[in-house]
């Protein structure tokens, strides 16, 4: 006698083979989008497919302390911790909260965006948000030196 448990097996295999491409494809746009993160801040590019020390690498891109990486260990606190090097990771890229938010929500688009994209590294977490579309009109406003830009 036959039982049924009313699960077809038949279109299991190519629905979950398909997931799994998807998955796979998602995952390496992952990797070469950090890689090339990692390359324009002026780390090792290797270093986005090691684990942990991908971490390592990432906070000193942002320019915190390696001990961070223990707070991603304890449970909500590493939520907390994962949104602010987020943004200290779109701050150093010289974006604003905005691309902070697109990294938390479709990390697949903006992660490779970022290293692909025209977006140059400006040091740990902006070191000092230099205007990156016009640097010679920037004057130091805490500098009273600095002569007026030419017209």
Same mark, same amino acid.
């Given at each position: 006698? #036959?039982?049924?448990?009313?699960? +077809?097996?038949?279109?299991?295999? =190519?629905? +979950?083979?398909? !997931?799994?491409?998807?998955?796979?494809?998602?995952?390496?746009?992952?990797?070469?989008?950090?890689?090339?993160?990692?390359?324009?801040?002026?780390?090792? *590019? $290797?270093?986005?497919?090691?684990?942990?020390?991908?971490?390592?690498?990432?906070?000193?891109?942002?320019?915190?302390?390696? $001990? $961070?990486?223990?707070?991603?260990?304890?449970?909500?606190?590493?939520?907390?911790?994962?949104?602010?090097?987020?943004?200290?990771?779109?701050? +150093?890229? *010289?974006? +604003? #909260?905005?691309?902070?938010?697109?990294?938390?929500?479709?990390?697949?688009?903006?992660?490779?965006?970022?290293? !692909?994209?025209?977006? =140059?590294?400006?040091?740990?977490? *902006?070191? *000092?948000?230099?205007?990156?579309?016009?640097?010679?009109?920037?004057?130091?406003?805490?500098?009273?030196?600095? =002569?007026?830009?030419?017209?």
């Amino acid at each position: 006698m #036959e039982t049924y448990d009313g699960y +077809s097996s038949s279109a299991s295999g =190519p629905i +979950s083979g398909a !997931f799994l491409i998807f998955g796979l494809a998602i995952w390496i746009l992952m990797i070469v989008g950090f890689w090339k993160i990692f390359v324009k801040a002026g780390k090792p *590019g $290797w270093a986005a497919i090691v684990p942990i020390y991908n971490i390592i690498v990432l906070l000193e891109i942002i320019g915190k302390p390696v $001990w $961070w990486i223990l707070l991603l260990f304890i449970p909500c606190v590493n939520l907390v911790f994962v949104v602010w090097m987020y943004n200290l990771l779109s701050k +150093s890229f *010289g974006q +604003s #909260e905005g691309f902070t938010i697109g990294l938390l929500l479709l990390p697949f688009v903006f992660f490779p965006l970022l290293g !692909f994209g025209n977006y =140059p590294y400006l040091g740990p977490a *902006g070191a *000092g948000m230099v205007n990156r579309f016009n640097d010679s009109d920037y004057r130091d406003p805490f500098n009273n030196n600095t =002569p007026p830009p030419q017209v």
